[in-house]
């Protein structure tokens, strides 16, 4: 069996596909250990992977709201953190990996790397068209190219470049990859890790699904809750129900857009739960009658049991709706990020709408119910779960890290 080192960092939807692909590592006999900030202790730990908390790395906790310039600084710190790439090759020093696992953002530590001569592979974690091209062209590119880390350059010197995205949506997944390097097959596409999702209507929901999801027979009412524990909610028969989530991370205005979608649906026939995660106090927004507002809840649970999804179009998350087969809203929340990209991609696979975040709650309204209604979007969004989940991307992700490690 095998010895993989991943290396990532505390920022959200970038974590999951790792996990996955860890989780299935160690499934099939293999050693899996997780560099990472120590918030993310207790998510890599829950797999059953060792964690070693970063001893170097500068501090990072991208759920605190700052402003546009703040946030743009702290995440170019952490990316370009040598520190990261110091804890990195002293770890791969004391217990020699086969395969060193990178985050695609972590440049720092992916440089560092490189010049240890350890065998690595870069993971990426969203479409790799958004990290090739809008990311690597853009303010970010440009700001760690000035320290020496242009993003092609180096994820370059990897041995694989891993995609966890469907290669059907990533709009990437039919480049012509020969003029991006010499070797055609360093780029590969292990699909969208979302293998541990349970098709929604496919059948009964397990009690392990509907733990925190109120009974059938509960009446609607609206609520505030810290988290996990949502007020009671419809019958099968009554309103959908629909999942908002705008991300784990801060943004600017995410206070005032969930507000607006709260006030889009007081109007509407649906059931909303609404997700903030740490960036938002849930008592800080107004909540009408047909919904809930939770710090959180695991969608893996409540998705079996929703109709749609409103987010900011993270591609963990919105891969995991699909997945669910359940049609998604997108207003991106970051100009800078891949949520645009991932919300066209969305809306031009006929499986969701894209939607502007200075949209107005009528907007909104309008749309989700026009979502709602439509049975093309439903179809499609079951037709993408479907592939999603065939494609076993984790399994697929692991399949090739141990053909690497050899």
């Known amino acids: 069996m095998s010895d993989f080192l991943f290396a990532t960092l505390d920022a959200g939807g970038n974590l999951p596909p790792a996990l996955g692909i860890g989780r299935e590592l160690l499934r099939q006999g293999h050693r899996v250990r997780f560099l990472g900030h120590a918030r993310q202790a207790t998510a890599v730990e829950a797999t059953g992977a060792e964690f070693i ?3 170097h790395a500068a501090p990072l906790d991208l759920a605190v709201p700052a402003a546009a310039h703040r946030q743009f600084a702290a995440m170019l710190s952490a990316f370009s953190d040598a520190g990261i790439g110091r804890d990195l090759v002293a770890e791969a020093r004391r217990e020699p990996p086969d395969v060193v696992v990178i985050d695609c953002l972590l440049l720092g530590a992916i440089e560092a790397a490189a010049t240890a001569g350890l065998r690595h592979v870069v993971l990426v974690h969203s479409f790799f068209a958004f990290f ?19 993003p092609r350059r180096v994820m370059q010197q990897a041995e694989r470049v891993l995609v966890c995205a469907d290669p059907v949506l990533d709009p990437a997944g039919s480049w012509d990859r020969v003029s991006w390097e010499s070797a055609p097959d360093k780029v590969v596409w292990s699909g969208a890790v979302v293998d541990d999702v349970v098709a929604a209507g496919a059948g009964t929901p397990s009690a392990e699904q509907l733990v925190g ?3 059938p027979s509960a009446a609607p009412s609206s609520g505030v809750s810290a988290a996990g524990t949502l007020s009671p909610g419809p019958s099968a028969a009554g309103p959908p129900r629909v999942l908002v989530s705008l991300s784990s991370t801060a943004f600017p205005g995410q206070q005032e857009v969930l507000q607006k979608i709260l006030d889009a649906a007081s109007g509407l ?4 739960i609404v997700t903030t995660g740490p ?11 047909n919904a809930s507002v939770h710090r959180y809840v695991d969608h893996n649970r409540i998705m079996p049991d ?6 900011h179009g993270g591609h963990a998350t919105s891969m995991r709706a699909l997945a669910h087969g359940l049609p998604v809203m997108v207003l991106p929340m970051h100009p800078l990020m891949d949520q645009h990209m991932v919300g066209k991609a969305i809306s031009n696979a006929g499986a969701g709408v894209l939607l502007k975040r200075t949209s107005s709650p009528d907007q909104i309204g309008a749309a989700l119910a026009a979502l709602l ?29 141990a053909d690497l490690a050899g």
Do not use: Q, T, W
């Open 53 to 55: 908390p970063y001893r």
């Open 132 to 150: 090739d091209g809008p990311f690597r062209h853009g303010p970010m590119g440009a700001a760690l190219s000035l320290k020496g880390l242009p």
């Open 213 to 215: 999801v109120p009974p």
């Open 269 to 272: 026939p649906v059931e909303l």
């Open 279 to 289: 960036a938002v106090d849930p008592a800080s927004l107004s909540v009408p009658g």
């Open 306 to 311: 929703c109709r749609a999804v409103i987010c």
């Open 373 to 401: 209604a439509s049975e093309s979007h439903l179809k499609a969004a079951v037709y993408i779960g479907n592939r999603l989940r065939r494609g076993a991307g984790a399994r697929a992700g692991a399949r090739i890290l």
